[in-house]
């Protein structure tokens, strides 16, 4: 079973209160997620990325084609907000379970402020 794990490649990330699980904030144009091959079992032909912005429901799946292990936060997702997601391996013979579920929260930064300037009072 493939076990998920959130990169923050050139993202700022910053860490949520704890809460049941571990969330946190993501540039949506920077993130990946990542994930390790399962131990034992045949070899997968693809991996199903599945993320939702409930805990558990699963409402946009990204197949990734074997052996690649990442997806950008942006594909997999569809939109800003909160989201939960985890990864199955598959084969012509079935799929697995998912992987542990990861949480965050994916957004864009502010746009650079423009036309700085002193006002004398």
């Known amino acids: 079973m493939p076990r998920i794990l959130l990169a923050?490649?050139?993202?700022?990330a910053v860490a949520a209160p704890a809460l049941a699980q571990t969330v946190i904030a993501v540039d949506i144009n920077k993130a990946k997620l990542l994930w390790d091959a399962?131990?034992?079992?045949?070899?997968?032909?693809?991996y199903r990325v599945k993320c939702g912005t409930t805990t558990g429901v699963y409402s946009k799946t990204t197949l990734v084609a074997f052996p690649t292990r990442?997806?950008?936060?942006?594909?997999?997702?569809?939109?800003e907000g909160n989201?939960?997601?985890?990864v199955t391996a598959a084969n012509a013979i079935g799929e697995s379970g998912p992987s542990n579920e990861v949480a965050f929260l994916a957004g864009t930064p502010p746009s650079v402020p423009v036309n700085l300037r002193l006002q004398a009072q």
């Open 8 to 12: 923050l490649l050139l993202a700022l």
């Open 38 to 46: 399962g131990v034992g079992g045949g070899v997968p032909t693809e």
């Open 70 to 79: 990442e997806v950008t936060v942006k594909a997999a997702i569809a939109g």
């Open 83 to 86: 989201w939960f997601c985890v």
